[in-house]
């Protein structure tokens, strides 16, 4: 692959997810920091928890899932992170080459392990235990793509930010999408505030959108218009099971779109965020409107979650085109008035 054929080029952590299925555990439902309701995944303390089996999965992470579903749906993509020199990095690495993604941007840091995250599975949801290990982060010299997909990364990447940022601003006809992981949300939308005004597109769920945008706003369809108020032209907001809501800037519309039908009860929600998002932005990439755009994302996240970890059930374009094709009727993108 030529480095100046890249469409999609993400940046951000990639990680190994060891899926640790749960077998006997409770569920709480309390009231969350922003009011809305909140889960608790609770085990007896000090107790044997028996679980049913294990999965190791290298080569994930929002960044590193988004990069394989642009590779799956036939664009040129490539990967920018970092790895341990151990044998997670080779496994990490050797996974995304397999699926198609340039792995040439991945640095392998001397001396350094890995990121390893475990994650409770219990039903079809997942409570994931994360680490980012401290890398160096330097943003590496590539050819200029035609979306950069810019998402999770450690606590000390502050300053690499600031880099992406720049890179954006010196590449203005490079569409910059955005989906904040865990410690970009705590951040909060003042420190990374050029970052989201530089937004072509951003992605997040209801919950998340509330801390970053410190409400208790319990309307979804109110919450993309209130995060592109604070930078991004587009904001899509994921309301789990009930759909999504987004607002374009340059029409100012918002729209709603449903749920994909399941076929069945889903298995594993790992990665349905991920690949809604990133799916999104390869329909943009491929020149399609937003009103279609939108309908592609849900479909691949339908897909995702009848399989274990985040990249297995992504679909190649004429799989989910064959899906758009055999939509229900209700399945369209409707203006919100």
């Excluded at 990095?89 to 390893?116: F, M, Q, W």
């Excluded at 319990?218 to 009930?242: C, E, F, R």
């Amino acid at each position: 692959m030529e480095q100046n054929s890249f469409d999609f080029m993400a940046i951000g952590d990639t990680v190994t997810d060891a899926f640790i299925r749960i077998q006997k555990a409770s569920v709480h439902t309390l009231e969350g920091d922003a009011g809305a309701p909140e889960e608790d995944l609770c085990f007896i303390n000090g107790a044997k928890i028996p679980y049913e089996f294990a999965k190791v999965i290298p080569g994930v992470g929002n960044s590193a899932n988004a990069a394989v579903c642009a590779a799956r749906l036939g664009l040129g993509s490539a990967l920018i992170a970092d790895v341990g020199e151990d044998a997670q990095g080779k496994e990490i690495i050797a996974a995304l080459a397999k699926d198609h993604v340039n792995t040439d941007y991945i640095r392998v840091n001397p001396g350094k392990s890995s990121n390893y995250h475990y994650v409770l599975w219990f039903r079809a949801e997942r409570t994931i235990l994360i680490k980012h290990e401290t890398f160096d982060y330097k943003l590496p010299s590539f050819e200029q793509p035609k979306w950069i997909y810019f998402s999770s990364l450690g606590e000390n990447s502050l300053a690499y930010h600031e880099e992406v940022v720049n890179y954006v601003k010196a590449h203005p006809d490079v569409k910059f999408a955005f989906q904040p992981g865990t410690f970009q949300i705590k951040l909060g939308a003042e420190k990374l505030k050029e970052l989201y005004d530089s937004c072509s597109i951003f992605f997040c769920n209801t919950d998340e959108a509330r801390i970053i945008l410190k409400t208790n706003e319990q309307d979804a369809s109110k919450l993309p218009k209130m995060m592109s108020a604070i930078g991004p032209k587009i904001a899509v907001i994921t309301d789990g099971p009930k759909g999504l809501y987004a607002y374009d800037a340059n029409t100012d519309k918002t729209w709603f779109v449903p749920p994909y039908p399941d076929p069945k009860p889903p298995y594993d929600r790992t990665g349905a965020g991920d690949a809604c998002s990133s799916t999104i932005v390869v329909a943009l990439a491929l020149g399609k409107p937003l009103e279609e755009a939108l309908l592609w994302g849900p479909i691949n996240s339908m897909s995702v979650v009848q399989y274990i970890g985040a990249q297995e059930g992504l679909l190649t374009r004429p799989q989910l085109e064959k899906y758009l094709a055999e939509k229900p009727d209700y399945y369209v993108a409707t203006e919100v008035k």
